[in-house]
């Protein structure tokens, strides 16, 4: 039997959609809500968020904002390229970089658009900064 029941975390989620959505109306501070957003994780999840946010403001020039309650990153038109979904917020044991339709990382027929992250070494960094490069076009 198939159930249309949300999850807690996911109705928090589509509130957290609504509220973002209302704010930018309002004229909302996004990059403010972005940092605000790390500010709130704790442990792993926030360390590698603050890592990521770093990678993005070093390697393209995606505007920060959130995503569902969640730090992300959008092109300039506004279209979220990238979002950063901490492991805890869905009681998971990792934390995923999760790119979205503008992001240009399209190879062949198949592609990734999701990668699992349990912690950031230099040689991670290195990939994702790449990763990053290749899914914005400028």
Not at 17 to 24: D, H, S, T, Y
Not at 41 to 52: C, H, I, Q, V
Not at 99 to 110: R, S
Not at 113 to 132: N, P, Q, W
Request: hydrophobic content about 45%.
């Amino acid at each position: 039997m198939t159930t249309t029941t949300f999850s807690k975390e996911e109705k928090a989620a589509m509130k957290a959609a609504i509220a973002e959505k209302k704010a930018m109306q309002e004229g909302a501070d996004a990059a403010a809500a972005c940092d605000a957003a790390i500010a709130a994780m704790t442990g792993t999840d926030r360390e590698l968020a603050e890592a990521f946010h770093q990678l993005v403001n070093e390697n393209t020039t995606l505007a920060a904002k959130t995503w569902y309650g969640m730090p992300a990153y959008a092109a300039a038109e506004g279209k979220t390229v990238v979002a950063f979904k901490p492991g805890s917020k869905f009681k998971i044991r990792y934390a995923t970089l999760e790119f979205q339709q503008a992001a240009t990382l399209d190879d062949g027929n198949l592609w990734p658009v999701g990668f699992a992250l349990t912690k950031m070494d230099d040689a991670d960094k290195k990939r994702i900064a790449d990763i990053l490069k290749a899914a914005v076009v400028y």
